[in-house]
């Protein structure tokens, strides 16, 4: 186990931190689901942090010149490179503390970006991180489509969602490939610890952030993060829709710590997945087959992950 | 003062880039700059400099941890070259206008197709506005000044600007030169500690890199424009304090028996050198030629490269860069522009020489120079003009 979480107790609904180092004000839509996952995160770092962002949503919405909506440090450079800013950022403030010229203490580095930024344009920026092993952790905020940029499909777009650049047509129902398993990706490095989040299981979202950045090393953290805009779904369902992602098994909630698969939540009712994709305007299109056919496929993904969870 | 050994230049660079105290060293190979990074890597590795070398894995990288390491506060260096600088293009413009001060050498080879790891200037000046310093050095031992002249400039608080050093490919990066390396005393007299204005940390949280709107977006790059341009007088001061401390004088263009010529010779980088020969030659046959090679390409010197060709009634430039279907060479259209409706301004003729490696001769500088007398007399077909091309 790592040593670095016996210190951590865990957060409750009893001790959760006050501060918001990330202010309210930002330009975020009515029940954005992502800048909503991203105030936990925050709410679990704390203020003791350097955070490099990726170009996108939650770059554009907090940082509108001269406002900002960053209580700490916060640096954006481009939309594919948000792991290597923050390699420059911890090389440089590791060099700096054994020369003495900044104070011994540590400070946790976070670089941040949509699921564009990170399992898309950016995934070899994030390897080259990962693999040279930076004590950083990285956050992917996934909301399932370049939303910044007016919803368009990307690589962790889910099977038959409506996009504008997978849109439903007489030779076509949609995104037609399953969505991209990033955390995998990111656990094939041998990194200490990886994890997926939901917003609906905030109090999971933060033990979970904060480990990520309590571990040496590198460390990731998938968030579900629903889009109201982008997905066709009322503002105010966000948590329930992150709720029954979880509970339909789109979205299952997982640690891999040193390799080793662990359920945070073993779901032994499973909804079906009509109730979740009924929600949402982008799977409207989809027939009785398509449907079927999702609900088979999250069935072996999910029996996988049991049998992953078992050999731990 | 240190002595003067034989050494390659990009070991030599190396070496400054150590007696500059770089803190952060983020490298990606690419041919021909690998000598300098591996060098730094060894030196690192050695425990002869207090560095973090990230051994990247795409110049794109590079250059991002670059950016992430000058704004938490450290002396950031990096090396690049021809398709990697390219790679790193959407970058390259971002820690200019940041005002994040790093140096970078770029040992300058061609662009492809087809691909060719031979010297030209073309990888730099497809990034000619990415608004970095920019200086082009002549030999081993002015690479070695210019870098350590670069960080000087760079971090100095009133320009906080990036800055690249050009050093040709081969002809420079892998040519063993009698070289002055500085001691670390001197060095450390003349670089001062890295101080930046503001950095990411918690204590004092800045948020860098916003979102800039249309009514503050125009202001940013005007603020840009204005610091590399105020730059010029930190540039000229450090190169004065160098000769002070180091006795080698350094200035934005440079004359070689240019006083009083009626043709002038325009050049930069290494070819120089051959250049300078073809000059001597053609002066020993009563010709009245000279030459001036410009050292600072960013901010343009306009005024002192007017001065040092006042007298002058024809100006060949050579360019090692074809932009195909622009009007001539990027030297050669920067001067015509600096001479517009300057009244007695030279005729001013361009040229393309040495493209992807192919060597620019006595013989073709002195057919540089006959030819623009010429076209002086009758004007040519075309604005420009490439030299040397085979016929079959």
């Known amino acids: ?312 | 003062m240190g002595k003067r050994i034989g050494v390659e230049v990009s070991i030599a660079i190396a070496d400054a880039v150590k007696l500059a105290r770089a803190e952060v060293i983020p490298a990606y190979p690419i041919t021909p700059q690998t000598h300098i990074v591996e060098h730094l890597a060894e030196i690192v590795a050695n425990g002869e400099l207090d560095a973090e070398y990230i051994p990247v894995e795409s110049e794109h990288a590079a250059m991002s941890a670059c950016c992430g390491a000058v704004a938490a506060g450290a002396r950031v260096f990096t090396s690049s070259s021809s398709q990697g600088l390219s790679l790193m293009s959407e970058i390259l413009y971002i820690p200019s206008t940041m005002r994040l001060p790093m140096v970078m050498v770029v040992a300058n080879r061609a662009m492809s197709a087809p691909i060719s790891i031979w010297n030209d200037h073309q990888d730099i000046m497809v990034q000619r506005d990415i608004g970095w310093i920019q200086t082009f050095a002549e030999n081993g031992q002015e690479a070695v000044d210019l870098v350590l002249h670069a960080f000087r400039v760079a971090e100095d608080r009133r320009v906080s600007l990036p800055m690249i050093v050009n050093i040709d490919g081969f002809t420079l990066s892998h040519v063993i030169e009698p070289i002055e390396l500085p001691t670390q005393e001197e060095v450390d007299a003349y670089i001062p500690p890295f101080k930046p204005k503001r950095k990411l940390d918690p204590r004092k949280p800045v948020t860098m890199g916003p979102v800039g709107i249309p009514e503050v977006y125009t202001e940013a790059k005007v603020a840009h424009d204005h610091a590399i341009k105020n730059s010029r007088k930190v540039i000229l001061k450090a190169w004065k304090e160098f000769a002070d401390h180091f006795g080698r004088e350094y200035h934005p263009v440079e004359s070689y028996k240019a006083e009083g010529a009626d043709t002038i010779l325009v050049t930069m980088g290494s070819i120089s050198e051959t250049a300078m020969t073809a000059i001597d030659k053609m002066r020993d046959e009563g010709r009245n030629v000279g030459l001036v090679r410009i050292r600072l390409w960013r901010p343009f010197p306009a005024q002192e490269f007017r001065a040092a060709t006042k007298h002058a009634k024809v100006l060949a430039v050579v360019d090692r860069c074809l932009p195909p279907g622009a009007v001539c060479g990027p030297v050669g259209a920067e001067l015509r522009s600096i001479f517009y409706k300057i009244p007695g301004a030279p005729k001013i003729f361009s040229f393309v020489a040495g493209l992807g490696g192919r060597d620019v001769t006595v013989e073709r500088f002195e057919e540089i120079i006959d030819k623009a007398e010429q076209y002086s007399k009758r004007r040519p077909k075309e604005l420009y003009e490439v030299i040397g091309v085979r016929e079959k």
Request: proline content about 6%; charged content about 25%; glycine content about 8%.
């Open chain 1, 1 to 312: 186990m790592i040593p670095e979480f016996e210190k951590f107790k865990g957060f409750s609904a009893k001790n959760l931190p006050k501060e918001e180092p990330l202010a309210p004000g930002h330009r975020a839509c009515q029940g954005c689901g992502e800048v909503l996952a991203l105030r936990m995160v925050m709410k679990a770092l704390g203020k003791n942090v350097i955070v490099c962002s990726a170009t996108g949503c939650m770059e554009i919405i907090s940082s509108p010149y001269p406002h900002t909506a960053w209580r700490v440090p916060w640096i954006h450079i481009a939309f594919e490179n948000a792991a290597a800013v923050a390699s420059g950022v911890e090389s440089a403030r590791k060099v700096l503390r054994r020369k003495g010229k900044i104070p011994k203490r540590h400070v946790d580095i976070m670089a941040v970006g949509g699921d564009g930024a990170t399992g898309d344009i950016g995934l070899q920026w994030i390897s080259g991180a990962m693999e040279r092993g930076h004590d950083f952790l990285y956050v992917c905020l996934d909301n399932e489509a370049y939303m910044n940029t007016g919803v368009q499909r990307s690589g962790c777009t889910p099977y038959g969602a409506m996009t504008t650049t997978s849109p439903p047509g007489k030779q076509s129902f949609g995104q037609v490939t399953w969505k991209k398993n990033v955390p995998a990706i990111m656990a094939a490095h041998g990194i200490p610890y990886v994890a997926t989040a939901s917003p609906a299981y905030f109090i999971d979202l933060m033990n979970k952030v904060k480990k990520a950045a309590l571990v040496k090393g590198p460390a990731y953290v998938h968030i579900y993060s629903p889009c109201p805009t982008g997905w066709g779904s009322a503002g105010e369902r966000s948590v329930e829709i992150s709720k029954l992602a979880v509970d339909t098994k789109v979205f299952p909630l997982y640690e891999v710590i040193e390799g080793r698969y662990f359920l945070s939540r073993k779901i032994t009712k499973p909804k079906p997945v009509e109730e979740y994709l009924k929600l949402q305007r982008r799977f409207r299109h989809l027939d009785e087959e398509h449907i079927a056919y999702i609900q088979r496929r999250l069935d072996a993904d999910y029996e996988k992950l049991v049998k992953l969870s078992e050999m731990a």
